[in-house]
């Protein structure tokens, strides 16, 4: 909503600027619009799209459960979870090779430990989709550091961890030790892995 309003004053006073004098007055003429009237609307429009892209909320809280090498649950004091997919990065999936050793290198990292989740969307699953970091660490590049994940953009662009992903590549870390199938690959072949079952009480049930 910020983003449209912001958007709409700056068309209006882009108008409004090029247009000059109103054509109603007495031997008015339009001018073209000023190049220094489409510079600033220009600016004011990038402007807007940084607000956009602005995370849309924040939160800290605590991890209850890894539901997988790239979802976590994070819980803010006496509140139920909240499941949270990590920006900027895809995991392999927990039926696929590579799947588990990723969701238990994200559990020895961050389980039980208190996190700050940095919003950018919510899914179609509903999951806030952020940044989450500890300690002041990116843990979504830590993981693709490692080798437990991709770094992935929309519309197949490379991502914000590419660097880091080159850098697990080189090293042969975690999935980049042998030649791994990326995950959208595998869902496209393969669809979602089942639903792992739930015995009893869990960490994301018991906090």
Same mark, same amino acid.
């Not at 007055?25 to 001018?31: E, I």
């Not at 539901?67 to 509140?79: A, P, W």
């Not at 080798?147 to 662009?157: D, Q, T």
């Not at 990326?182 to 869902?187: G, Y």
């Given at each position: 909503?910020?983003?449209?309003?912001?958007?709409?004053?700056?068309?209006?006073?882009?108008?409004?600027?090029?247009?000059?004098?109103?054509?109603?007055?007495?031997?008015?003429? &339009?001018?073209?619009?000023?190049? =220094?009237? %489409? $510079?600033?609307?220009?600016?004011?429009? #990038?402007?807007? /799209?940084? +607000?956009?892209?602005?995370?849309?909320?924040?939160?800290?809280?605590?991890?209850?459960?890894?539901?997988?090498?790239?979802?976590?649950?994070?819980?803010?004091?006496?509140?139920?979870?909240?499941?949270?997919?990590?920006?900027?990065?895809?995991?392999?999936?927990?039926?696929?090779?590579?799947?588990?050793?990723?969701?238990?290198?994200?559990?020895?990292?961050?389980?039980? &430990?208190?996190?700050?989740?940095? =919003?950018? %969307? $919510?899914?179609?699953?509903?999951?806030? #989709?952020?940044? /989450?970091? +500890?300690?002041?660490?990116?843990?979504?590049?830590?993981?693709?550091?490692?080798?437990?994940?991709?770094?992935?953009?929309?519309?197949?662009?490379?991502?914000?961890?590419?660097?880091?992903?080159?850098?697990?590549?080189?090293?042969?870390?975690?999935?980049?030790?042998?030649?791994?199938?990326?995950?959208?690959?595998?869902?496209?072949?393969?669809?979602?892995?089942?639903?792992?079952?739930?015995?009893?009480?869990?960490?994301?049930?018991?906090?």
């Amino acid at each position: 909503m910020k983003f449209f309003q912001c958007l709409r004053l700056r068309a209006w006073r882009f108008v409004s600027t090029a247009q000059g004098p109103s054509p109603h007055a007495p031997h008015a003429t &339009r001018p073209a619009p000023h190049p =220094a009237a %489409a $510079t600033a609307w220009c600016r004011g429009l #990038v402007a807007c /799209l940084a +607000l956009c892209a602005a995370p849309a909320w924040a939160m800290t809280g605590t991890v209850t459960h890894v539901g997988d090498g790239d979802t976590v649950y994070v819980r803010v004091g006496g509140g139920r979870p909240v499941a949270v997919r990590l920006h900027g990065l895809d995991a392999p999936e927990r039926c696929q090779d590579g799947g588990p050793a990723a969701t238990a290198a994200l559990a020895r990292r961050v389980h039980r &430990r208190d996190v700050h989740v940095a =919003a950018r %969307a $919510t899914d179609t699953y509903g999951r806030t #989709v952020g940044v /989450l970091t +500890l300690d002041g660490e990116d843990i979504g590049e830590w993981l693709v550091r490692e080798g437990h994940a991709w770094s992935s953009g929309p519309r197949g662009a490379k991502g914000p961890y590419a660097a880091a992903e080159r850098s697990a590549r080189r090293r042969h870390a975690g999935i980049f030790a042998g030649d791994p199938q990326p995950p959208w690959v595998f869902r496209k072949a393969h669809g979602a892995c089942p639903r792992a079952p739930r015995r009893g009480r869990t960490s994301r049930d018991g906090g």
